[in-house]
């Protein structure tokens, strides 16, 4: 039987004693389960709302009336998630009937992005390779740009005109901008590339975009705090966090060896389907296909909208402060852009992520990837 995170308590016993060892110094679960009573008068209703959860109506009933729960913590970063794969099933009213594809189209009349030079302000330095980068509108930081897609439409990645050349077309783009931003500012060192592909992702602008930030003094919240994190779990324990990262994910078949990057269908995901890529650095041959081939995962899961960002050590000369510290490149679907409900609330702005798909079930769609 393939493994699933309902069955994390087995998968986890069955590891040899090093793994097991690895594991219980990175992570912690609970498993429980949610009793659900719904009155008769609900039955039909639930029959036909979560008619995919088995295939009589006595199966349905039962697997709402008892749910599995698996809760996992990240020790060292306080991340946690909690799974619940019925939770997917569950009717959203709230959705827009409007076709993607039709909207996406229509707004290429009006399209910005289509028209840079005459549409979109640069940056002090100027634009990278004409009309690839422009500066934000309104920017996050001091150091705020984009870089514009050839093409309209962000969906291209579901098709097989979409290549691995245009990844590396961004990637060396985006760096080039963020050298142009240390040269004019030395102290502007930490740069964050990050793709919101449609408005469920928080882009503003269909047209296909990354963005891209320079910061300066110190990296941004979350990349400061997991250095700050993996630099603690090497104190506590002796063993460097992200090698043990890659590890754990392995033992558990939670990892897929593209080229000289690793691909981790994420324990303790942000949200759903998080992918996170490991890589020695920005400039590795192997990232722009790691991260196309991610992309390809995310078409054959019928991802429409998604987050990208990466992590990356400060620009300059190494800084001893970062020893260690990998490229991480995370991947995270938003949801159906058709539904209008947030796909994150209180629980995942405050407590613990709440996520219906199945890690184990990701890695599969991973290693089924061409």
């Not at 393939?2 to 990175?26: C, E, K, Q, W």
């Not at 994420?266 to 041959?285: C, G, N, Q, T, Y």
């Not at 296909?289 to 899961?301: F, G, N, P, T």
Request: with cysteine; glycine share 6%.
């Amino acid at each position: 039987m393939a493994a699933t995170i309902s069955m994390l308590d087995r998968t986890v016993s069955a590891l040899g004693p090093d793994d097991r060892r690895r594991f219980d110094r990175m992570y912690e679960f609970v498993k429980s389960e949610a009793v659900v009573l719904p009155p008769p008068a609900m039955e039909n209703w639930i029959a036909a709302a979560f008619k995919y959860l088995a295939p009589t109506r006595e199966g349905i009933l039962e697997a709402i009336r008892r749910q599995p729960i698996i809760h996992v913590l990240a020790r060292a970063t306080g991340q946690a998630t909690l799974f619940n794969a019925i939770r997917s099933q569950r009717p959203i009213e709230a959705k827009d009937a409007t076709d993607l594809e039709q909207e996406i189209e229509a707004a290429r009349a009006k399209c910005s992005f289509c028209r840079p030079l005459e549409q979109t302000p640069a940056n002090t330095f100027g634009r990278i390779g004409e009309k690839k980068t422009c500066a934000n509108v309104a920017a996050y930081d001091g150091y705020h740009g984009l870089v514009i897609f050839e093409d309209h439409s962000p969906l291209r990645f579901r098709h097989g005109e979409f290549k691995p050349d245009e990844v590396a077309d961004m990637i060396a783009t985006s760096r080039a901008w963020a050298e142009k931003c240390h040269a004019e500012d030395p102290q502007a060192r930490f740069f964050f590339l990050m793709w919101n592909c449609l408005w469920k992702a928080g882009a503003s602008i269909i047209h296909g975009h990354a963005q891209m930030t320079v910061g300066r003094k110190f990296h941004y919240g979350k990349v400061e705090r997991l250095r700050r994190d993996a630099i603690a779990y090497q104190r506590q324990s002796g063993a460097d966090y992200f090698a043990d990262l890659v590890a754990i994910h392995e033992s558990l078949g939670l990892a897929v060896r593209w080229g000289s990057v690793t691909a981790l269908a994420h324990l303790v995901p942000a949200k759903e389907r998080e992918i996170i890529l490991v890589a020695d650095r920005f400039e590795s041959p192997d990232l722009p296909q790691a991260i196309w081939r991610a992309l390809k995962v995310y078409a054959a899961e019928d991802v429409k909208s998604y987050n990208l960002a990466v992590y990356m050590p400060p620009l300059g000369k190494p800084d001893p402060d970062w020893r260690g510290f990998p490229v991480l490149v995370h991947l995270v679907d938003r949801g159906d852009p058709a539904a209008k409900t947030a796909d994150v609330g209180a629980m995942e702005m405050y407590a613990s992520a709440v996520v219906s798909s199945d890690p184990f079930a990701l890695a599969e769609a991973m290693k089924k990837s061409a």
